[in-house]
């Protein structure tokens, strides 16, 4: 693959994430998602037992992998990268297969039951090729989602990687996700996440 000019990502600081889900319905907005589905969303997990207990947020999306196992598994390529490495889907060539669900480690994508596509976060791709961020990012009342260039060091999402102890989802799995945590409970980040979306996503 040749170098990227651009490379898109996205740094989320679960120190300043609230859980208000103002991002998950700036989402269903913008993108007009169907009731009962998301493309982005948080999780409230706890942990422990009484009296010993605390709760960890988790916002969940498309992780935009460089090494994408939808986009290897998509039998007519209707998954595909762009140029600053987003991960899309051509609607018109989809047929719904779910072959990419499957192989998705992230539980990530869905049917969307008008269209009978696939479905899932794009980053706002209409919206960052306008110059603009990511609705989810704008509707962050905690800052807690940071966009931007991976590629560009002076950029707030590199300052923020490079000066934070940062951590992915399923590192195990290399599929090189950018999308990254600041302030991960580690014990989610290598987890079956099937059980976390019952009565969620």
Request: overall charge positive.
């Amino acid at each position: 693959m040749t170098e990227q000019s651009i490379r898109y990502g996205m740094v989320i600081d679960l120190r300043k994430c609230v859980g208000c889900n103002a991002c998950t319905v700036s989402c269903k907005i913008e993108n007009n998602v169907p009731d009962g589905k998301y493309r982005t969303w948080v999780k409230e997990i706890e942990k422990g037992t009484y009296p010993q207990v605390s709760r960890h947020r988790l916002p969940r999306l498309c992780n935009h992998c460089d090494n994408a196992p939808c986009k290897s598994a998509c039998p007519v390529q209707a998954t595909y990268r762009t140029e600053d490495g987003t991960i899309l889907i051509d609607y018109d060539r989809c047929i719904g297969c779910k072959y990419c669900m499957a192989a998705c480690p992230y539980d990530a994508r869905f049917v969307n039951p008008v269209r009978r596509t696939a479905e899932k976060c794009t980053f706002c791709y209409h919206r960052i090729q306008m110059g603009l961020l990511p609705a989810c990012v704008t509707t962050c009342v905690g800052g807690a989602r940071i966009f931007g260039d991976l590629h560009d060091p002076n950029s707030l999402v590199s300052r923020l990687i490079a000066n934070n102890p940062v951590q992915v989802l399923k590192p195990e799995m290399n599929t090189q996700p950018m999308i990254y945590y600041i302030g991960a409970d580690q014990a989610l980040l290598g987890a079956d996440y099937t059980d976390l979306e019952k009565g969620g996503k």
